[in-house]
């Protein structure tokens, strides 16, 4: 079980790299920024939940939710 909780650990940590990758390129902004700016986003705590499943989404599905989430669209946000 241990090593479960691991395999769902790398996955979020990866998607959060990858995620605020996309942020700041597209952003124009620093990788450091983009991470403060996940990181402080519903989407990000739905990220590190792992009963949410949401480590078995895709990078793009995240980034969706988290423009969504920073367009104040919690109807799209909720619906996905």
């Known amino acids: 079980m ?3 909780s691991k395999g769902i650990e790398l996955c979020q ?5 990858r995620v605020t990758q996309m942020i700041a390129k597209r952003d124009s902004i ?5 991470l403060r700016r996940l990181m402080v986003t519903e989407t990000y705590d739905l990220l590190l939940d792992p009963e949410s499943y949401l480590h078995f ?7 969706f939710l988290y423009d969504a989430e920073q367009r104040g669209d919690w109807e799209l946000w909720l619906k996905s």
């Open 13 to 17: 940590d990866i998607l959060a790299v």
């Open 57 to 63: 989404e895709s990078a793009e599905y995240i980034l």
């Open 2 to 4: 241990k090593a479960f």
């Open 30 to 34: 620093t990788l450091t920024e983009a």
